[in-house]
């Protein structure tokens, strides 16, 4: 027991030490304390007693000090913030919050040698211009929030639908991710995750998707219930070629694309605004939508991401990531898997 105490407050009195040589003070404990309490007043947070609370505190500290080195570093392209995950480690919030779970016949079929050779229905096309941006389209339903339920996968899928109903049938309706949440269960696991291809075959099989109206979010799986009218219908949907950005644009050129992506490290976890080229891994975690691409004033070329995360993330919710990064699966492997439904 006095041991354990000894070590701990070795630790407390060694962090305490190097955090104020190194950094001048900026961490001080007690100014962390505040902006600790202003942050759980500003998102409403409660902890259930004081162990709680100083276990968080020490989760909010360590993602106040990476938001706050990375910002003070002026020649990123992308801004951090501490937002409504900021007291969660990378691995809390990659269960709660994201949820891509990747079969491995779909990691098959995207690993196979003839990749270069998949075929699919916008590979001819020559001219994709200089940017787009589907919002302008009207074909981008306002962003979403998954909440405390890892499921992606169905943000991603019907953001892409709402697409290219909206491309196909001029009409732009908000569809049911509560519906594929409930009912499409063919592999995914409803909040503990699951894949876009399976959703968008669900869709097909049921000949249709309703509107979020007609079978709202609640943030948890409930039973199928398959009696609310159709809106929307998709005939079928393409894989596109792994590792290949060029692919995706012509892609992107014609309609929303949902991509697998690594989303949950804490630079993305904490993405404010900018073009995002930070550190992430290859794990294909989360899944969001690409609604667009283009090149900043500097000439740095991205990819626009709409993510599930409610508008307090990011840039009201989406996210500009660059693209033709120099990597074969594209910044945070959003080139690995991306799949498109057709109308
Ligand atoms: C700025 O960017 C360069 C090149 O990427 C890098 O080597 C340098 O360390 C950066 N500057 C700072 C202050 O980090
Ligand atoms: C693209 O062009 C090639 C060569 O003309 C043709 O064989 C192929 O069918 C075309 N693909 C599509 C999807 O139209």
């Not at 001048?24 to 759980?40: D, I, N, R």
């Not at 306002?142 to 890892?150: F, I, L, R, Y």
Request: glycine share 8%; charged share 25%.
């Amino acid at each position: 027991m006095a041991s354990i105490t000894l070590m701990i407050l070795a630790v407390i009195l060694c962090s305490r030490t190097s955090g104020a040589t190194s950094r001048g003070g900026l961490f001080e404990a007690s100014a962390v304390t505040e902006k600790h309490e202003q942050w759980m007043a500003r998102y409403h947070r409660a902890y259930s007693d004081e162990t709680e609370k100083t276990n968080r505190f020490e989760i909010f500290k360590k993602n106040l000090e990476f938001v706050e080195r990375h910002n003070m570093n002026t020649n990123m392209t992308y801004k951090l913030d501490v937002n409504q995950f900021s007291d969660l480690t990378d691995e809390e919030f990659r269960v709660r919050y994201t949820g891509l779970v990747v079969p491995e016949d779909v990691l098959k079929i995207s690993s196979s040698d003839s990749d270069k050779k998949v075929s699919f229905k916008h590979e001819n096309v020559s001219d994709t211009g200089e940017s787009m941006d589907w919002r302008q389209e009207g074909a981008v339903t306002p962003v979403k929030n998954q909440g405390h339920c890892g499921v992606c996968w169905a943000f991603s899928a019907v953001a892409a639908v709402e697409g290219i109903t909206k491309i196909a049938k001029g009409e732009l309706l908000s569809l049911s991710e509560q519906q594929l949440l409930d009912c499409s269960r063919d592999f995914n696991q409803g909040c503990a995750g699951g894949i876009m291809s399976k959703a968008f075959e669900y869709i097909i099989k049921n000949q249709g998707i309703t509107t979020e109206d007609n079978y709202p979010y609640q943030e948890s799986q409930q039973t199928c219930s398959s009696t609310r009218p159709v809106a929307a219908t998709i005939s079928g949907y393409e894989t596109l070629p792994r590792d290949d950005e060029k692919s995706l644009l012509k892609a992107v050129s014609k309609q929303p694309v949902s991509v697998a992506i690594n989303g949950h490290e804490a630079a993305f976890k904490q993405y404010r605004g900018g073009i995002f080229d930070g550190d992430c891994g290859t794990q294909l975690t989360h899944a969001v939508t690409i609604v667009g691409y283009g090149m900043s004033e500097e000439g740095t070329k991205y990819w626009l991401l709409k993510n599930s995360w409610g508008q307090t993330w990011g840039e009201n919710g989406y996210m500009r990531i660059k693209r033709d990064a120099e990597l074969p699966e594209g910044m945070c492997g959003l080139a690995r898997l991306a799949f498109y439904p057709l109308a």
